[in-house]
């Protein structure tokens, strides 16, 4: 990424925080009724951070080349940043930094150890897959690959849940809640995008998600961020119907940009009964 694409994504995202927060939110008083900014004010959002307006100015302009870590935490609190936007205002802050050979991030993974298809492998009643940052598939086990069947059917290799979601038009009728999954897949992916601002194939994917999808583009320009570790997913499954299916994604440590997603349900649930169905789906020969 150039430095002016860089000053650009720090300029649209402390821009769109700032315009989302009320004096009132800021413990600020609002005088008169005509305030011509949507948001805060530069001059107040400078006051928050405790830095002078040229300095904040300066910084909303996309210049965050040499501002401290307390800087930018004084800024976060003044924006009302949550966790994911905090970790994202310090990414882009790290790009605007002169770059050196320690500052560049390997290449996500595309595939992973044979350790790690055996965990997977051992776990045959739950729904369990791996993916990198960029949401690229890269390891199942038996009972993913049925639940996720809709998503393998795509012509995209490997198989990219956010390109799914805005590419297939199989994925509105699958995601029971379409209109937060795709809110939420924007918004991981712009995450990951700061954190990797170089990686050629997610820039790709952007700019093919971009060229051919109006919603991705709304939801892209809205500069959101999400972390994705846990919560629930409403899938409409074409075997065995609707499943409420509890998730959690967890960090493997031993390679630190993969992310293991495990889908399971309460014991004596509809959605117990169903993953059980879907068990026996996932080894018969019409599945095989």
Request: aromatic share 6%.
């Amino acid at each position: 990424m150039s430095s002016t694409e860089v000053r650009t994504q720090i300029r649209d995202f402390l821009a769109s925080r700032r315009a989302r927060i009320t004096p009132e939110q800021a413990g600020l008083p609002a005088y008169g009724g005509n305030r011509r900014v949507k948001g805060l004010r530069r001059e107040e959002v400078a006051m928050l951070a405790g830095v002078s307006v040229d300095y904040y100015v300066r910084m909303e302009r996309g210049n965050l080349s040499g501002a401290s870590d307390s800087v930018l935490e004084g800024l976060a609190d003044a924006l009302h940043l949550d966790e994911a936007e905090r970790s994202h205002l310090f990414d882009l802050a790290h790009q605007s930094a002169p770059v050196t050979r320690s500052r560049r991030s390997p290449a996500p993974h595309t595939k992973v150890r044979p350790v790690i298809q055996q965990v997977l492998d051992a776990m045959p009643d739950t729904p369990a897959w791996v993916r990198n940052g960029r949401h690229d598939i890269i390891a199942m086990n038996q009972m993913a690959r049925a639940l996720y069947s809709p998503v393998l059917t795509g012509v995209r290799r490997p198989a990219n849940t956010t390109w799914f979601v805005f590419m297939d038009p199989a994925a509105e009728d699958f995601f029971v809640d379409y209109d937060r999954i795709a809110a939420d897949a924007a918004a991981m992916l712009r995450l990951e995008a700061g954190r990797r601002p170089n990686d050629k194939a997610l820039i790709e994917l952007v700019g093919e998600l971009s060229t051919h999808s109006e919603l991705f583009r709304q939801r892209w320009a809205a500069h959101n961020v999400k972390f994705h570790r846990s919560g629930t997913k409403r899938l409409r499954h074409p075997v065995v119907g609707q499943l409420d299916l509890d998730f959690e994604s967890m960090e493997l440590a031993s390679e630190p940009d993969l992310r293991l997603n495990i889908y399971t349900a309460a014991s004596g649930t509809p959605t117990a009964d169903a993953l059980k169905m879907l068990a026996s789906w996932a080894v018969s020969p019409a599945q095989a």
